[in-house]
């Protein structure tokens, strides 16, 4: 017994560590933490591949027996609408962005994608219709072209350089030793949070999901990364819904639209203009970094 439940240690061991290698632990323990209640339903559909409209009716859902992260939340995206969610920490932008994977299910309401509920399709074809831009990107300790073929293992070298090139991966990557060959370094560690962002971008465009998820980079960039980043997003996105949860003012100009959570709830709804007219907490938000009292990032000001 005791062998046993040696090698069976070693075994979870050498698991953790082929994981931590290959900077997959935190998706991971994602997957291991997520309560078993997401399950396809039998003989589910797989979810048609449309233009990518997004809509949330009512819906609630809360973390355990905490409060409401979010409450009664109701909002329709068109298809290719670029929308950016801002919003004090905890205010639950990021469990937006969670229960569009489908990494938990609501506890009311619905989610649709072109009027379809993300809970009767497959969440195999649901994962197939978003590209996830996370703020840190999970890299393999492998070389910068394998790095981006990852979203789409089947893809031809053209493939992989035109998502290169469109997310502006292909300055930087012309400086690395040897190019595109470049091991990145455990967990990216050679590459800056912008490059491997931008890395994100590139596997995002080789996807081709019709919706984009992103997670803007809370740390601060140079003005140049940051706005590189921001002109990559557009190339890949063109004819794409975009969902942003941004945490800059300076890069919000560029979404057709603005959401603002606070406590769960939207507060307000509209272009930067409105939101700028209608002087409430994004007015509020905006005054206060151009007057330089809020810092980029922002929001927590409010
Ligand atoms: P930030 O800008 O800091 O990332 P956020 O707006 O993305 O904040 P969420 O992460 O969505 O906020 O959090 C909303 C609420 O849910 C917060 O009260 C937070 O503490 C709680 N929460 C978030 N994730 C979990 C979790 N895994 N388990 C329990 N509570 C959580």
């Not at 081709?208 to 557009?234: C, G, H, K, N, Y």
């Not at 959570?261 to 206060?288: H, K, P, Q, Y």
Request: aromatic content about 4%; glycine content about 8%.
């Amino acid at each position: 017994t005791l062998r046993i439940l040696h090698s069976s240690k070693d075994m979870a061991l050498s698991l953790v560590d082929v994981a931590q290698q290959f900077g997959f632990i935190e998706e991971t323990l994602a997957v291991i933490a997520k309560p078993c209640t997401v399950r396809d339903v039998p003989s589910a559909p797989a979810l048609p591949r449309r233009a990518g409209a997004v809509e949330l009716r009512n819906v609630t859902f809360a973390y355990g027996r905490g409060r409401n992260a979010l409450d009664n939340v109701s909002l329709s995206i068109p298809a290719g609408q670029k929308v950016g969610i801002v919003g004090p920490s905890g205010a639950g932008k990021s469990t937006l962005v969670h229960l569009l994977q489908r990494l938990y299910d609501v506890d009311r309401g619905a989610i649709l994608i072109d009027g379809i509920p993300i809970t009767s399709v497959t969440q195999d074809s649901l994962r197939d219709a978003l590209a996830v831009v996370p703020q840190e990107i999970s890299l393999l300790h492998r070389s910068v072209m394998e790095n981006i073929r990852f979203a789409r293992p089947e893809a031809g070298d053209e493939a992989v350089f035109l998502a290169a090139r469109a997310a502006a991966c292909d300055g930087f990557v012309g400086r690395l030793p040897q190019q595109y060959a470049t091991l990145v370094g455990e967990r990216g560690a050679k590459l800056s949070g912008g490059q491997r962002q931008r890395i994100g971008i590139a596997r995002a465009f080789l996807k081709d999901a019709p919706i984009v998820l992103f997670d803007e980079a809370t740390s601060a960039l140079d003005t140049e990364s940051e706005m590189e980043i921001q002109a990559a997003l557009i190339r890949v996105l063109r004819g794409r819904t975009l969902i942003a949860v941004a945490h800059r003012l300076s890069t919000l100009t560029s979404f057709d639209r603005i959401l603002v959570i606070r406590d769960g709830e939207i507060c307000e709804d509209g272009t930067v203009d409105e939101l700028r007219r209608a002087g409430g907490v994004f007015d509020r938000m905006w005054r206060l970094q151009a007057e330089g009292l809020a810092q980029d990032p922002i929001l927590d000001s409010v």
